[in-house]
């Protein structure tokens, strides 16, 4: 959950975040790109042990203002 909240933030504001699980074992980077409509793709790259993957998705935001992913791209 705190990484969902992290990851619209970072959706919402269009800019760059970095945060950690609560145990601090897990790292999340996310990269917003530019609006379309309502949705933007962006980039997220999670680190586990020294080990990192990258994500590239979609998120729309809905009429409540809450950032959905539409579809991950891997």
Do not use: Y
Request: with cysteine.
């Amino acid at each position: 959950r705190h990484s969902r909240t992290k990851l619209n933030q970072s959706l919402e504001l269009a800019q760059p975040m970095r945060w950690s699980s609560f145990n601090g074992a897990v790292r999340f980077q996310s990269f917003p790109g530019q609006l379309k409509g309502s949705c933007r793709d962006f980039e997220l790259i999670i680190t586990i042990n020294g080990q990192s993957e990258s994500v590239r998705s979609t998120a729309c935001r809905r009429a409540d203002g809450q950032w959905f992913t539409r579809q991950v791209n891997q």
